[in-house]
């Protein structure tokens, strides 16, 4: 994806050249970077990485544009930290480009796309719900854009959690359990639903939303985010670590524990 009228923007030329579409294969389901011996599809076509294989995620999908790492990471933290609303748009377009990907999969119905909320509180200190700006960026840029409608308070953010940072998987599902409603189930009901966030990490806090939704009525969630982390897969083939065989239930923990920043 060109990278266009971005100079403003201020990321050095070097990151900006860096930042592509992740390559190579993936887990159809979670989107997290599969070993060798992983990348056979299945009976139903579907790629499944060790952790999608035990556990069944209240989404169909979740896709990402690129790797959470260099400029891509910087960008994202340039409109979620210091404020630069115009790498929104840049964002935007690269999430368009992620849910091109999940079009095919589309029912006829207008789909629901409802960005991850913020509470009020960290909102209104920070101004704005950086996934949301890219969602909209998103919609200009889509092709589909016609079939996308965004929902931006079907989903309400009811309490404040404390950073994911350090938790094990059980804190974690425990510090985002009941901080998601949805505000009205009617507008969900029997509805195809993109969740949007600006990062996927661990998959807890998507994971919580679609399970909120999925109660709600909602009939199919997919989640696209524009960053994913794409760290384990890579670090267990620098330490020739046998594919994954035989994880035991605390292994797969660590696995859903991998994370770098707070989501």
């Known amino acids: 994806m060109p990278l266009l009228n971005i100079s403003r923007l201020p990321v050095c030329p070097e990151c900006l ?20 011996s992983y990348a056979q599809c299945d009976a139903d ?3 499944r ?11 169909l999908r979740a896709v990402a544009y ?40 589309f029912g006829a119905e207008k789909i629901l796309v409802i960005p991850v909320p913020l509470y009020k509180g960290r909102r209104r200190e920070r101004g704005f719900n950086q996934a949301e700006l890219i969602a909209r960026a998103a919609l200009k840029a889509s092709a589909a854009g016609g079939r996308l409608l965004l929902a931006t308070d079907s989903l309400l953010r009811t309490r404040a959690t404390q950073s994911q940072i350090g938790l094990t998987s059980h ?19 029997g509805r195809e639903i993109v969740l949007v966030d600006d990062v996927y990490t661990t998959g807890t806090t ?12 909602a009939a199919r969630v997919w989640v696209a985010t524009v960053a994913r982390t794409l760290k384990l897969a890579s670090k267990y083939e620098e ?23 707070n989501p």
């Open 171 to 189: 804190q974690r599902r425990e510090n985002m359990r009941g901080a998601f409603a949805v505000a009205r189930a009617a507008e969900v009901t």
């Open 239 to 261: 330490l020739n670590v046998p594919e994954f065989q035989g994880l035991e239930a605390a292994e797969t923990d660590e696995i859903e524990n991998l994370e770098t920043v």
């Open 45 to 47: 076509g579907m790629v």
């Open 49 to 59: 990485c060790p952790v999608c294989r035990r556990m069944e995620r209240p989404f």
């Open 66 to 105: 690129g790797s959470y790492d260099g400029g891509l990471r910087e960008l994202i933290h340039l409109l979620k930290y210091n404020g630069v609303r115009p790498a929104a748009g840049v964002l935007g377009r690269m999430l368009a480009e992620a849910i091109a990907g999940l079009e095919r999969e």
């Open 206 to 217: 998507a994971t919580e939303c679609a399970r909120v939704l999925r109660k709600a009525g």
């Open 17 to 36: 050249a860096g930042i592509h579409a992740i390559r190579g294969k993936v887990c159809s389901i979670c989107g997290e970077r599969v070993l060798s």
